[in-house]
Structures are given as structure tokens and as C-alpha cells.
């Protein structure tokens, strides 16, 4: 019933108006799955690679598409995303694009649940799926590759960890934004908003820092439940390999100060979230903050693991981290995300399944992050893109209890 007869691919455009991979997989019954890639800015050096979607396309159709029509069942996602291995030929996707590949992919994984008449999240999570919801993390405040002329800090994340529901999370960080909003207009500093929708006003950190940890407290005595905040560092788009130093817009940081800067912020401001706060390439460095202060946040790595499993046991080898970001483009299909996910949680890392700061109204990673009961999702705060994912999420907890 599942068996896959045709695979169409087409470009379409993403948030930031840029061109990319959209793909529609047809079974035999008649089951139908669509599904888009996402597109980093800050990507990770180790990333699967994203080719130009209209290369990406001719080759998927070349290699990818006969390997499929014909041969795979589409319930079987394993068997799907062999093949696109095996059509690629390569280590990181470099033939037929991760876009391809995991456009592919989600297309494919949507069509199996459908023929199964189960949600996505149902089909990839299986009936033992455990009822935990993911903790939204709501980027409020950012800079770096996102946005011009805003922090160096590429993101500060709202984290609603006391949320009592999912809906709750998603509108406290709703109500967190809205606060830095006002906040920011009442010190009469303009700004409009980055990529992913988060303010990107012409401050420095400090002044970021105060202002996110005055909207949080705001937003916390309203709604009645504990939100902490986050950062996603982006340390190694600050990282200068030539001098070994972060470079902030204010001074240079060896890694050493690097280190003791950031445990200092998470004791300041009880910080519940730190992603990438070091170079992509420094496990070391990653292993002594994780020691420094690993008992009381959550040290996660995403340019530093970008979903590999090679990476990741690299990093758990070396206690580089606590946590990992899943990224499904980053690896290029579902399986190698899954595979992640297993292995983090086997040894004790927490997931954050994540968008990608270029988007599409795609909203497979809500159905992952509640398949694989990740604790966590990273998918923005607001925007058509990001809302997406985060009223999915709401609908898939609604229809689930
Ligand atoms: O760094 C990140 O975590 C992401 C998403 O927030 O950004 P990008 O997609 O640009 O890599
Ligand atoms: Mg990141």
C-alpha cells in the first residue's frame, strides 16, 4: 500500500525569499505526503551540504528518484532513507543535496502516515510513544548572522520551562516578545526583527541581557508559571581561528574568558539554556564549561554535533556537552536524526529538535519533537514560518488528550 509511484520536486520559496527544495511523494494507495527544506545561515562547518535547490533537484531526479518509484515503501522510512544514501554515494549529501534528501524524506515519512490515517508525530512515534510535550524555545532578542547591526549573540530564548501545557509555553513566549517590544520603545531604541522574527534592535548584550530578564520577569507575574531564558552563542561565527579569540563588537575573549564569561551568565541569570557557547571545533573547551556548570544548564551543541552521530559520540567521549540540537537538514534525512536522538538519550543528553533560520510553513519538526518526546523544540516565537510549527503543536496536544 505504502509503495512509493511518484516523487515530484519543485522550488519554492522560504522565509527569507530565497529558493528551496519542496517534495511530494505519492504511494500506490493513493497516500500523499509534501514536505520542504529548511536553510541555515549560521550553519555548522560539518553540516550535510545544501546544494543550489535547482542542481539539488536534477540530481535527486537523476539519482534519487529511480532508486524509489517502484522500489520503496514509503512506511518504511528506514528503507527510504537507504536509498537516498545510496542514490547519494557520498558522506554529506554532497550529489543530490541534503535539501533534496530531506525534503525527501519528511515527504516520504508524511506519505506513510497517511496511508496509515495516523498523524505524522502517531507514525513516527509508534503507540508507546510516551505523552510528554516539548518546551518551546522562543527566540525574543537576536543578532549575529541573523540580523545586521543587533547583538553578538545571535539568539536569547524565552524558555517557559514551568509552562503547565504546551499552549501555555507558546503563548508566554508570545507575551515575552511583546514585552521586549515595549521595553525596548520605553528606552526609545527602534529596531525591526531578524531573520527568525526575534527583535534585532542596535544594542550590545548587556543591555540585552537587562532587557530579556526584565520582559521575562514581567511576563512570569502574569502568567503565573517560571520562565527562564536561554542564548544559542553561535560561538563559532564570533570565533577567530587566526587569533584564537571570540571577537564581540566591545573586545576580544581567549577562550579561557570565553569560558568564564559564559558560567558567569548562566549564574547572573540563571541561564536554563546555552547552545553552541564555544567554536564548533573546541571539544575541550565544550567538556570544561560542561564541567563548570552542566549541573544547572543545559550545555547543548549544534555546530559542534550538527546531528552527526559520529560528532556526537566524539562529544559524548569527550563530555563535551549535556544536550544536542537536531537539525534534520543538518544530517539530510529522518533516520539520521532519529539515530541522534536514540543515542543522546542513551546517554543522557537532552534533545532540542530545531527549525532552521530560513523556513517554509513545513511543520515535520513539531511531529519529531513529540515522536521522539524531545524536551524541547527551538522554532521561533512569531512569524508565519515559525507560528507554523507552534500552532501544530498546540493542534497535535489538543488531538492527543
Ligand atoms: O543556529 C541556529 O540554531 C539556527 C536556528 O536558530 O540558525 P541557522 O538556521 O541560521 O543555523
Ligand atoms: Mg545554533
Redesign the pocket.
Known sequence: MTLITDVRLRRILDSRGNPTVEADVVTESGGFGRAAAPS????GEYEAVERPPGEAIAAAREHAVPRLVGEVYAGNQRDVDAALHAADGTDDFSEIGANSAVAISMAAAKAGADVLGAPLFQHLGGTFRGDDFPIPLGNVVGGG??AADATDI??FLAAPVGAPSVADAVFANAAVHDAVADLLAERGVPCGKGD?GAWAPSIDDSEAFEIVDEAVSLVEDEVGFNIGFGL?V?GAELYDSDSETYEYSDRSRDTDEQIAYIADLVDEYDLVYV?DPLDEDDYDAFADLTDEVGDRTLICG?DLFVTNTDRLVEGIDHGAANSI?IKPNQIGTLTDAFDAIELATRNGYDSVV????GETEDTTIAHLAVATDAPFI?TGTVGGERTAKLNELIRIADDAT
Open positions: 541555515g545561515a549560521s550553519t548572522e541573523h545571535q539568539e527568525e544559542d553561535a547552545e549544534d540540537l530545531s527549525h532552521r533560520s527551538k
